[in-house]
């Protein structure tokens, strides 16, 4: 399981998370085949969304985040949900990986720049929230980070890491989600700005710690005090009963054509791969057809 710690900083007065996220990323990297880029950018997506996602007050409510930069990569989507559980897909899992001149996996170029940011929050109203900004790096943290300070005006600090290996399995992936709270002061800030410029290199930081281990050693100068911990995963909820609801929607028409040109109809659920088989008669049943 991946964990999140969550806590207080510099007199209480900025709020703080932390994700171990290795095991998230390597179920993304399980479904998909993802090559090592996709795994960093839909990595660090899924620990960014999942530290997000357990902001969120109600039991029910959850949020997506879609990224739309350009790049080969094409669109990035996640869905959190309050627990912390995160699940998500990228266009392209094939993405060829290059290396940037910092000697890393080229995240920016994959996902492109040239494009939005945009977070949906489902918070059980009669509207979701939804929320925008343009994406400035392609690198993930930054673009969060901006959408934070530009579309919710909230200064916030976002670091992720994703460390894949020679295999093509994630070895260590993490990150830290801090929000100044309204009535912190200049000093506080700058006290926490000093430490936190030093996280650079997070998956390396967090590597062979757990994320409550790490926030202890990294931030006991700035008085951390714990507010509660918790273990969450990559998680899809998709059934059967779900995916009927899909195939409703296809028109007598549609099912005819794809049992003509496949023998059934084939759903295959985007969170997780997973197939869902309907033969003819199956079909036909699910959608009420006359046979
Ligand atoms: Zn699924």
């Known amino acids: 399981m991946a964990e999140i710690f969550k806590g207080l900083v510099c007199n209480d007065e900025i709020a703080l998370t932390v ?7 390597n179920k993304a990297i399980g479904y998909f085949d993802l ?14 969304c999942s530290m997000m996602g357990y902001e969120l007050k109600g039991e029910k409510d959850y949020l997506t985040a879609v990224i739309n930069g350009g790049g ?3 669109i990035i989507t ?14 392209n899992p094939h993405v060829e990986s290059h290396i940037n001149s910092f000697g890393k996996l080229d995240v920016a170029k994959a996902v492109g720049v040239d494009g939005k940011l945009t977070v949906i929050k489902n918070l059980g109203l009669k509207d979701p929230y939804v929320g925008t900004s343009d994406l400035v790096s392609g690198e993930i943290a930054e673009d ?3 959408y934070f300070a530009t579309s919710e005006q909230t200064p916030c600090g976002v670091a992720l890491g994703v460390k894949i290996g020679k295999d093509g399995d994630c070895l260590s992936a993490g990150g830290i989600f801090a929000s100044v709270l309204p009535f912190a002061s200049e000093e ?8 936190f410029s030093s996280l650079s290199n997070v998956s390396a930081l967090m590597d062979g710690k757990s994320a409550e281990a790490f926030a202890q050693e990294t931030f006991a100068s700035l008085g951390l005090r714990k507010i509660d911990s918790a273990s969450c995963g990559y998680v ?28 059934c109809v084939e759903v295959v659920c985007q969170f ?8 003819k008669q199956q079909a036909y049943e699910v959608c009420g057809f006359e046979k």
């Open 144 to 146: 969060f980070a901006n």
């Open 272 to 279: 997780c791969n997973k197939k869902y088989v309907y033969d």
């Open 188 to 195: 506080s800030i700058s006290a926490f700005e000093k430490v």
């Open 72 to 74: 080969d990569i094409g």
């Open 35 to 48: 090559s090592p880029v996709a795994a960093a950018a839909l990595g660090r997506t899924l620990s960014i």
């Open 78 to 91: 996640v869905t959190a949900s309050s627990s912390g559980n995160v699940k998500g897909y990228v266009t």
């Open 236 to 263: 899809c909820d998709c059934s059967k009963d779900k995916i009927d609801k899909v195939l409703i929607s296809l028109s007598k028409q549609d099912v005819d054509e794809l049992i003509a040109e496949r023998g």
């Open 19 to 25: 994700i171990k996220s290795t095991d998230i990323v």
